[in-house]
């Protein structure tokens, strides 16, 4: 069974400044996908990014990328130029290319101060 | 319609109760997945479905536990005789289809407190 673990609690970051949101992964699937998703007090559930776990690139979606490391089975976030509104949990998902569900982490608490 | 929409947005209920949560995918979307979401827990896996087929009901706790959409749109999960361990978020997300290729939307998820 795939399983995401998330080591950091909480992070802080002032605004302005870069912070990275860490997250390891087990599988013993080659194909899969990864995912950076962001909750904020509304309770939403919204996509930040996603990574094909096929192309070697780094993902990046604005202030937002990914550092990922295939081999060592890590998918870390990076936020540039923190923003008040970037304060939120975050999770970090997989999802095998085989089937359909995700699998969460357990989120990290980012606290945004300015 | 838009977005996902799930009612209601609050539950609370006795133990030994049933409740019903809602989903309302978005329009055309073929996948539907339930998640249920502990406080301070990422969200799990509960079951999922293409069209009106339930294809996967691997992470549904035990028998209280049941969904279906019976018509491919609207989901329904009931849990009968609830217990207070089923205190959670519940989240309903959909995707237009199943595969990795296509993100899921999430709803706004049911908050449901058991007394």
């Known amino acids: 069974a795939q399983t995401v673990t998330q080591s950091q609690p909480e992070m802080s970051v002032q605004e302005a400044e870069t912070v990275t949101l860490s997250c390891t992964y087990d599988?013993?699937?080659?194909?899969?996908?990864l995912f950076w998703y962001k909750q904020p007090p509304s309770r939403q559930m919204i996509l930040v990014i996603r990574q094909e776990a096929y192309k070697q690139q780094n993902a990046t979606e604005n202030r937002f990328s990914v550092n990922f490391q295939k081999a060592a089975k890590s998918f870390s976030l990076k936020i540039s130029d923190s923003q008040l509104g970037d304060a939120a949990m975050y999770f970090c998902?997989?999802?095998?290319?085989?089937?359909?569900?995700?699998?969460f982490g357990k989120g990290t608490m980012l606290l945004v101060s300015p | 319609g838009a977005g996902v929409s799930q009612s209601p947005r609050y539950k609370v209920t006795k133990r030994g109760q049933d409740v019903a949560l809602r989903c309302d995918p978005i329009s055309g979307h073929v996948s539907l997945y339930w998640y249920r979401q502990a406080l301070g827990q990422g969200p799990e896996f509960l079951t999922y479905f293409n069209y009106e087929a339930q294809q996967d009901k691997s992470g549904l706790p035990n028998d209280r536990f049941s969904a279906e959409r019976p018509e491919g749109s609207i989901s329904t999960l009931t849990i009968q005789r609830t217990e207070q361990r089923d205190s959670a978020m519940y989240r309903c997300?959909?995707?237009?289809?199943?595969?990795?290729?296509?993100?899921?939307?999430f709803g706004s998820g049911t908050r449901l407190t058991v007394v």
């Open positions: 599988t013993s699937e080659s194909d899969y996908y």
């Open positions: 998902a997989y999802r095998s290319a085989r089937y359909s569900t995700l699998t």
């Open positions: 997300a959909s995707s237009f289809l199943t595969g990795a290729n296509y993100g899921y939307t």
